[in-house]
């Protein structure tokens, strides 16, 4: 990211405009900046939680939990609006479900994230909504080094997964599985015209016949982010290990310490579970994919011809001509791919009657 900056300078020009000027066109700019949300400062110093047309009137933590009451600031413009909105944190996605069939409360959000999704039936009476996220579940290959730093493994692993079963069997549905490194609500996506990698086992051993898999390959996978890694893990390393892989899993409890060893010390093994939230197409590619910038999540992928595309891609300036170009790296890297691509999950709420909320692909929740 600092390397799109190199040659950019910011200046003030009062209190609510800031200048950008840059030597090159950068025509992901404003995609950039909606990735970053700004926060006003309180007396204190510290940022204000952001909560749109609301303000936070009290907020309290009680072992590990947190419950805020959100006030309307001004109900003369919003005069269908709930005055007073208390959000309770509940971890345990059954749970919530529970609350609101129990009457507890009127909303209950990010369902897909239960343990059990048999239990999203999808019935009456509650009012049940679902979105395809922006976000993408995929496993980092280690192109640094092993057996993922030549393209045909990584081509190989991908056409081993089933990635339709995977959905039905881990999602029971609730996703969508990936064709690249974006969702179809990225930039390019529909140009590109992609459809999954095909589920071809014989085609993986096929590509596989030229490798020494004697040595067992390992798989790092953490217990959630993303939702159901576990069994995401177990799916992915059974599908692997029929068209000729060992695989050794690794589970790490620390979630936090997980993301620290893969993107600060790039401790991968030969692939790691993890999912890719910015949503942009131009932050995922300059973040994750490119290798100009050594960036914190790349790991090792390099190809000439991507690095080509994305440099034409950065400075188109117009819309359209932009989505064709990102169209051109997103096929590219279905071809050589830099990771191997799970799912994209969709979000799942629910409501009680005669509350409507809506939340975006992105996660932006705004009542209606």
Avoid at 141 to 148: A, T
Avoid at 191 to 212: H, I, N, T, W
Avoid at 350 to 358: L, M, Q
Wanted: charged share 20%; net charge negative; glycine share 8%.
């Amino acid at each position: 990211m600092l390397g799109t900056f190199a040659d950019t300078n910011f200046s003030f020009e009062g209190s609510t405009t800031v200048r950008v000027g840059s030597k090159e066109p950068v025509g992901d700019l404003p995609q950039i900046f909606n990735d970053f949300w700004p926060s006003r400062l309180a007396d204190d110093g510290k940022p204000v939680l952001g909560t749109g047309p609301y303000r936070v009137q009290e907020f309290s933590r009680s072992d590990g939990r947190g419950s805020a009451t959100l006030e309307l600031v001004d109900d003369t413009a919003r005069p269908d609006a709930p005055r007073v909105i208390t959000a309770i944190h509940e971890p345990n996605g059954e749970k919530r479900l529970q609350l609101l069939r129990d009457g507890v409360v009127d909303v209950a959000l990010n369902l897909e994230r239960a343990d059990n999704l048999d239990l999203l039936d999808l019935a009456p009476p509650l009012q049940w909504e679902r979105v395809t996220s922006t976000l993408s579940v995929m496993y980092y290959f280690n192109c640094f080094s092993g057996i993922f730093t030549d393209p045909g493994a990584r081509l190989a692993a991908n056409l081993a997964i089933d990635n339709n079963e995977l959905v039905r069997q881990v999602y029971k549905g609730f996703a969508l599985p990936s064709a690249t490194a974006v969702s179809p609500v990225h930039l390019g996506f529909t140009q590109a015209g992609l459809s999954p990698v095909p589920y071809d086992p014989s085609a993986a051993r096929a590509l596989l016949k030229e490798f020494d898999l004697i040595e067992p390959i390992t798989l790092r996978t953490p217990e959630y982010m993303p939702e159901h890694a576990e069994k995401i893990s177990a799916f992915v390393a059974s599908a692997l290990t029929e068209v000729g892989f060992r695989v050794n899993i690794e589970l790490e409890t620390n979630r936090p310490e997980y993301a620290r060893s893969i993107g600060l010390r790039k401790q991968v093994g030969d692939l790691a579970l993890f999912d890719s939230t910015p949503n942009t197409t131009f932050r995922v590619l300059d973040d994750k994919v490119s290798s100009e910038n050594n960036a914190t999540w790349w790991l090792g992928y390099h190809d000439a011809e991507f690095q080509r595309l994305f440099a034409e891609v950065k400075g188109t300036v117009a819309d359209a001509a932009r989505g064709q170009a990102y169209a051109k790296c997103l096929q590219r890297v279905q071809q050589n791919p830099p990771w191997l691509y799970v799912a994209h999950p969709e979000v799942i709420w629910a409501t009680g009657p005669g509350v409507s909320v809506h939340i975006g692909a992105s996660g932006v929740l705004s009542l209606t």
